[in-house]
């Protein structure tokens, strides 16, 4: 795999990190997590995206990874926060009889946390560990 995939898929990692853990403590401590966490969602989307784009390219390349699997840890997150946007609009989150846990931040929260397990993933098979 090319430096630079792997350098960046550890910056994905740390960025997907922060943020579930950033929502998480929000959660926890029953607090809003504030406007900066939905500028670091953002960032967390940009860099997802900038990663799969990079993926592409070497694909185009004719670099290919050691198992297909590494495709679907890759693409992945683009996939959960497609899907935490859509379940996002559907809460009722902030209303009346709305739970915190369906509040759109739990939900980015939780997609941050699989996405930070499906990139840890695509980083161990791209470098060649488990």
Same mark, same amino acid.
């Given at each position: &795999?090319?430096?630079?995939?792997?350098?960046?898929?550890?910056?994905? /990692?740390?960025?997907? $990190?922060?943020? *579930?853990? *950033?929502?998480?403590?929000? +959660?926890? #401590?029953?607090?809003?997590?504030?406007?900066?966490?939905?500028? *670091? !969602? $953002?960032?967390?989307?940009? %860099?997802?995206?900038?990663?799969?784009?990079?993926?592409? %390219?070497?694909?185009? +390349?004719?670099?290919?990874?050691?198992?297909? /699997? @590494?495709?679907?840890?890759?693409?992945?997150? +683009?996939? !959960?926060?497609?899907?935490? @946007?859509? &379940?996002?609009?559907?809460?009722?989150?902030?209303?009346?009889?709305?739970?915190?846990?369906?509040?759109?931040?739990?939900?980015? $929260?939780?997609?941050?946390?699989?996405?930070?397990?499906?990139? #840890?993933?695509? /980083?161990? $098979?791209? !470098?060649?560990?488990?």
């Amino acid at each position: &795999m090319p430096r630079a995939h792997e350098a960046i898929g550890f910056v994905v /990692l740390g960025v997907f $990190t922060v943020a *579930w853990i *950033w929502g998480g403590g929000a +959660l926890l #401590l029953r607090r809003d997590p504030g406007e900066r966490f939905w500028v *670091w !969602i $953002t960032v967390e989307q940009v %860099v997802a995206g900038v990663q799969a784009v990079v993926g592409l %390219v070497l694909l185009v +390349l004719g670099y290919r990874p050691e198992t297909w /699997l @590494h495709y679907v840890y890759g693409f992945g997150p +683009l996939v !959960i926060l497609g899907i935490a @946007h859509v &379940m996002s609009r559907e809460v009722t989150g902030g209303q009346a009889g709305g739970s915190r846990w369906t509040e759109p931040s739990a939900l980015f $929260t939780a997609a941050s946390f699989i996405c930070f397990g499906l990139s #840890l993933r695509a /980083l161990m $098979t791209g !470098i060649g560990v488990g």
